[in-house]
């Protein structure tokens, strides 16, 4: 009996026993320059109004994460007392969902806020693996569930890393990127309409962050639309990206051993929309007015298995734009063995820590609680 105790003794902290290796997040730059970098609330003293377009990543999402995202932004600017309350704003032949509300950020100024939902443009074919799911974690599916039994963590992961988010970066990289990229056009313009001259900060998750950039790419290599593309990404100052996966996505874009040169009359999408964007500032006819690339700050979670570092990457490296690595956890781990990868990959946007970096920065920890200069 005293065997039994003492070997439950020693199991149950192994069973329960759990921690946070990046509660405290830990800082990286490209080329080991400055880690330092500002949020939204110094952007905004600056010119006292900010355009703020949120945008995410793989996976369904819906109007629920579009408001509780942008609560929580708001939040990490200490904002602890405002919902954020965004309202639809319908966009003419867009299956791509915007949601928009000008909010009030004291006497600093005010934020135009938007978040933008393509999950829409990605659900019908989606729904082409309803079959294979166990649960359900797409809108409605006509199949009846998987009959076979899977384990809770194999099930998990199938149903919905595979079947509901990976599929989003297949579908997008697919034969549906021409028809998603012109809807996120049209997202985009409609967002920024309110303010055309303020500053932009982006906040975009993972796939996000490629389909985002690739749009604006887009707009300023078409005639018709170059002039507001090229005004779009001069006015970004700032681009935050979470659970980034900038470098295995530009693969698909990267022709097969050799380097792709950038080129003005580019007809294709580039490994990186972002590096292009600024090289295009020296192209005939491009407007000039960027003084410098934008800052890129990327979240990650090491244990989160669909994210990358940045700053440290070869394709980071060879692009003309200052990284900064921010490491985090989202989740505890068990044992040293295991985060829950979907916690991982999907609770940068509930994390505490990255909405505060993001709305106040690291320059200083209670700049947001700091009076406008």
């Known amino acids: 009996m005293m065997r039994v105790a003492f070997l439950l003794s020693l199991l149950v902290p192994l069973l329960f026993g759990c921690s946070t290796a990046y509660k405290t997040p830990v800082f990286a730059a490209k ?40 609560t929580a932004f708001l939040r990490g600017m200490g904002q602890s007392d405002t919902q954020a ?26 934020i135009n806020l938007s978040a933008i939902v393509w999950s829409p443009a990605t659900a019908p074919l989606k729904q082409q693996l309803c079959y294979d ?14 009959p076979y039994q899977r384990y809770r963590i194999n099930r998990l992961i199938k149903d919905r890393l595979l079947d509901d988010c990976l599929a989003d970066a297949v579908i997008y990289l697919g034969k549906s990127r021409g028809t998603i990229n012109g809807q996120m056009q049209a997202v985009i313009a409609k967002a920024l309409n309110v303010a055309p001259d303020a500053n932009n900060l982006f906040i975009a998750d993972s796939l996000g962050s490629k389909m985002v950039f690739d749009a604006i790419f887009k707009m300023a290599m078409n005639r018709t639309t170059a002039q507001e593309g ?54 005939p006819g491009a407007e000039r007015a960027r003084v410098r690339a934008p800052l890129v700050v990327a979240f990650s979670d090491p244990s989160d298995v669909l994210s990358y570092t940045l700053a440290g990457s070869p ?19 068990y044992l040293g063995w295991l985060e829950r990868p979907d916690h991982a990959h999907l ?3 509930e994390n505490p820590e990255v909405n505060r970096l993001i709305g106040c920065g690291n320059r200083s920890p209670a700049y947001c609680r700091q009076p406008a200069r």
């Not at 394709?315 to 781990?333: C, E, K, L, T």
């Open 31 to 70: 080329d080991g320059g400055s880690t330092s970098f500002p949020g939204a609330a110094e952007l905004l003293d600056a010119e006292h109004r900010l355009n703020v377009i949120l945008v995410h990543g793989m996976c369904t999402h819906d109007e629920k994460w579009a408001q509780d995202t942008a």
């Open 85 to 110: 309350g965004l309202a639809p704003v319908p966009v003419p032949g867009s299956a791509i969902q915007l949601f928009q509300r000008t909010v009030p950020i004291g006497q600093r100024g005010e």
């Open 133 to 146: 799911q166990s649960e359900r974690t797409q809108g409605a599916c006509a199949e009846p569930r998987y």
């Open 230 to 283: 090229q005004r779009i990404f001069n006015n970004t100052a700032q681009i935050f990206m979470r659970a980034n996966q900038i470098p295995i996505l530009a693969l698909a874009d990267t022709p097969s051993q050799q380097a792709r040169m950038f080129s003005c009359e580019s007809d294709g999408y580039p490994a990186d929309p972002i590096g292009d964007l600024v090289r295009r500032q020296g192209c």
């Open 315 to 333: 394709h980071a490296r060879s692009q003309p734009y200052p990284v900064i690595d921010v490491i985090v956890s989202n989740a505890p781990g």
């Open 347 to 349: 609770h940068y946007d």
